[in-house]
């Protein structure tokens, strides 16, 4: 196929293995190769541009909004999402594949929250770990002045862990 046959025509980009070359498509579905610069790739029309424009300006709003009324807006919206649920018959896929989309959606942001909340812990007591292994690997001191150090740094870390304890009884 020449060149000349293909202006104006719409084709299919399938691979650009190339800088130089596209694999295409014509619309009498014939596969060749033409050079990248032949193509014209149109820009996103104008009604496109102006509702992701829209979009972002709303998702702006919504992060810039008080922590409080955000989380009042989403709870909001489960609670229309539970109704639609409810209200749907068990039966119809569609809407059995909405709530197994929920389901995984509510595990995914308990999982992150939990992790959010429990990761901190695990790093605060990883660290206090690995003070008190090297305490243990340590042999004794017989100096007095060091054995008093050293217990008063135990103590130390008793102290941090349980002025810990009240921390993460909040985050229950």
């Not at 922590?67 to 039966?91: C, F, T, Y």
């Not at 042999?139 to 135990?154: M, Q």
């Not at 130390?156 to 810990?164: A, P």
Request: charged share 35%; net charge negative; glycine share 2%.
């Amino acid at each position: 196929m020449q060149l000349q046959q293909l202006l104006d025509e719409t084709v299919k980009l399938y691979d650009s293995p190339t800088k130089m070359k596209w694999r295409v498509k014509t619309s009498s579905r014939v596969d060749i190769q033409v050079f990248g610069v032949c193509i014209v790739i149109p820009p996103p029309e104008e009604e496109s541009i102006e509702v992701g424009e829209n979009l972002k300006k709303r998702y702006d709003a919504f992060v810039n909004m008080d922590p409080h009324q955000r989380n009042s807006i989403i709870r909001a919206l489960d609670n229309d999402i539970k109704k639609l649920v409810q209200e749907g018959s068990p039966n119809d896929p569609g809407s059995k594949r909405f709530q197994d989309e929920m389901i995984m959606k509510s595990i995914k942001t308990l999982t992150a929250r939990f992790t959010d909340a429990t990761e901190p812990i695990y790093d605060f007591l990883t660290e206090k770990e690995r003070i008190l292994k090297q305490r243990v690997q340590n042999a004794i001191p017989r100096d007095r002045d060091i054995l008093e150090t050293s217990v008063l740094e135990h103590k130390k870390i008793e102290i941090d862990i349980q002025s810990y304890e009240p921390r993460n009884e909040k985050n229950d």
